[in-house]
């Protein structure tokens, strides 16, 4: 298996969008996704040396904008390509991480989380999880203990989202240690049974996060949340 899997994916337009009338300028085929440089309106002048058309391959192209085209693909089929993966490697004992990558409204919580009744990675990567950690529990193979913690980088400083004001909330150290590379001191950890679990605590940490707590939205584009759930065996 790769090591590593990227995936582009094109919303559809919103309402502002399809209101300027915009069009796409991106196409995608098989892994191909082709961007072409719309022609300018007469009167201005742009680079001509640039090229009219550019071609990118990714592991998975994924068109959303439109349900009939070949590169149309559902939530549960966007977990079967990223997720299982994911899951599989976590069981074989690796550490595995999933991130979106996008401006402001292109469609990263769609794609992470989905919506009520058809949901995105995040939800269905813990249901494998906590069904497999079920299934192994229930023949008697081991326990488990399963952690979360949840932290965002503002500024350059690392907060933990889930712990109550204090001197270890704000301003965390990333260190590294000798044998499990970089990590976060003093970042809270939290016992998790299910995914209901694992929702509260993103929904709590969710309303501390910078951009909810100051009510700005230019600041989303400096700040990054990361979610980490870690499992371990107990004998
Ligand atoms: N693949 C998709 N199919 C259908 N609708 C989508 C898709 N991706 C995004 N959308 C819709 O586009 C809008 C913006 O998406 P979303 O909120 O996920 O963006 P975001 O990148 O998380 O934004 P922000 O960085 O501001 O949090 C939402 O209304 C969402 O439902």
Do not use: W
């Not at 023949?139 to 952690?147: C, I, P």
């Amino acid at each position: 298996m790769a090591s590593v899997k990227v995936a582009v994916r094109v919303r559809p337009m919103n309402r502002r969008e399809k209101d300027l009338e915009a069009k796409f300028i991106i196409e995608m085929e098989g892994k191909k996704t082709t961007i072409t440089n719309i022609k300018l309106p007469d009167g201005i002048t742009g680079d001509s040396s640039r090229d009219r058309t550019k071609v990118f391959t990714y592991d998975f192209s994924y068109f959303s904008a439109d349900c009939k085209n070949s590169n149309y693909v559902s939530q549960e089929r966007v977990f079967r390509d990223l997720g299982t993966d994911v899951l599989k490697s976590a069981f074989e004992g690796y550490n595995a991480c999933v991130f979106a990558y996008g401006q402001t409204g292109s469609g990263k919580s769609y794609t992470m989380m989905g919506n009520t009744g058809d949901s995105g990675l995040i939800p269905r990567i813990c249901e494998g999880l906590f069904s497999k950690i079920a299934d192994v529990t229930r023949k008697g193979d081991a326990s488990f203990r399963t952690e979360v913690s949840y932290l965002e980088i503002y500024n350059e400083r690392v907060r933990d989202l889930l712990r109550r004001k204090s001197s270890k909330t704000f301003n965390l150290r990333v260190r590294e240690h000798p044998k499990e590379g970089p990590y976060v001191e003093d970042l809270s950890k939290h016992l998790v049974q299910n995914y209901r679990d694992v929702e509260e605590l993103m929904d709590a940490g969710n309303i501390n996060r910078t951009t909810a707590a100051t009510g700005m939205n230019d600041v989303s584009s400096r700040s990054h949340a990361i979610f980490t759930i870690n499992f371990t065996q107990v004998l």
